[in-house]
């Protein structure tokens, strides 16, 4: 390496050091460094002077060709999927994958480009790095997790879409499908097949599937059935656990007709355990599943599922996203869901 190059990769270093030094010492955020540097007017003044103080005292210089970057003619868009290791679901999984190519189809139309990324849910500020570094105009985080409180005090007035269940007193912007519904829609449909000891599979510390859950006992209140807390499993979305889940219902003798499974990935999985078992799905046990993924529909037999359109979704948060930039007023959005019935659950 040339000692320019060798010179410039080293002040590029410093520079990144730096701002991370003002922010520590100022008692603020990376971006409201930017903001206060840049002379953004959410920025309040005392802020702005005492970030313009540090930054002097450093000999801080604002990258000019960076600002332009991201301002004007950057044309590319950051995805961002956080893994929360607690939690695991595998980019692999076909609902991010069918997600992402929906996004990807979207930016494309719109003349943009789509970076992703894959970040670890404990160091979640690293969402932003792709925005405040000039590399992204804006940023699409695929997945709320158990991190709710962490996105409301990191991500307001960032140009930010999240792909998550709306939340009491929340800051950001959300996209996704009316959780609640589509758990009671998915636990009715069971019961009026005469299904009375409903199986509930699904992470409840995740705000998704504790919405679902709710629908799940709302279901139960309405046809004045009582929902068995030994029957709601709190299995992930990757599915690894399900398989030894069922077992263990089975070895303890811990009966169900139904099961409510928070993915159709899960129902997959539960399905085949049960085949394995010599258990006969709908027979013994209907399944209803959560997303209606392409497979769905192919998987034998085919899954009954609530369908959430990951096509609209994609298309949502793309225009969300891009209202924010524009800055325009743009709310969170349910989008509504329906039962899809095939044959998993009906005799």
């Known amino acids: 390496m040339s000692e320019n190059s060798l010179n410039k990769q080293t002040n590029k270093i410093q520079k990144r050091l730096q701002m991370q030094d003002i922010a520590k010492l100022a008692g603020v955020s990376t971006s409201t460094v930017?903001?206060?540097l840049n002379g953004s007017s959410l920025v309040n003044e005392e802020t702005r002077l005492r970030v313009t103080a540090l930054a002097q005292s450093l000999n801080y210089s604002i990258d000019i060709g960076a600002q332009n970057l991201r301002l004007k003619n950057n044309k590319t868009v950051a995805v961002?999927?956080?893994?929360?290791?607690a939690n695991p679901q595998h980019v692999s999984d076909p609902f991010f994958l069918t997600m992402l190519g929906h996004i990807a189809d979207e930016l494309s139309m719109l003349g943009h480009y789509m970076l992703v990324s894959r970040i670890s849910a404990d160091n979640l500020t690293a969402v932003l790095e792709p925005y405040e570094s000039g590399r992204a105009i804006g940023i699409i985080v695929i997945g709320q997790w158990r991190y709710h409180e962490q996105l409301n005090a990191?991500?307001?007035n960032k140009p930010i879409a999240v792909w998550g269940a709306k939340m009491p007193n929340q800051h950001y912007?959300?996209?996704?499908?009316?959780?609640l519904r589509g758990g009671y829609l998915a636990t009715e449909h069971l019961i009026k097949q005469g299904r009375k000891r409903i199986a509930f599979f699904g992470n409840k510390d995740l705000p998704e599937v504790a919405q679902r859950y709710a629908g799940y006992l709302m279901a139960h209140q309405k046809y004045d059935l009582v929902a068995d807390q030994q029957l709601s499993i709190p299995a992930?979305?990757?599915?690894d656990t399900v398989s030894a889940d069922i077992e263990s219902l089975i070895n303890q003798s811990i009966s169900f007709d139904g099961l409510f499974a928070c993915s159709d990935l899960i129902a997959m999985r539960a399905i085949g355990t049960l085949q394995k078992l010599k258990i006969s799905v709908p027979e013994k046990v209907a399944v209803v599943g959560y997303d209606d993924i392409v497979l769905a529909a192919y998987f034998h037999p085919s899954i009954t599922t609530i369908k959430q359109s990951i096509e609209v979704g994609a298309q949502s948060l793309v225009k969300a996203l891009f209202n924010i930039i524009n800055h325009e007023k743009i709310s969170s959005e349910q989008l509504d869901?329906?039962?899809?019935?095939?044959e998993s659950s009906i005799n």
Request: hydrophobic residues 50%; glycine residues 4%.
């Open 173 to 179: 912007v959300s996209i996704g499908s009316d959780n």
């Open 80 to 85: 961002v999927i956080p893994f929360d290791s």
């Open 236 to 239: 992930p979305f990757s599915a």
């Open 34 to 36: 930017s903001r206060a």
């Open 154 to 156: 990191m991500v307001a």
């Open 337 to 342: 869901v329906s039962l899809v019935v095939r």
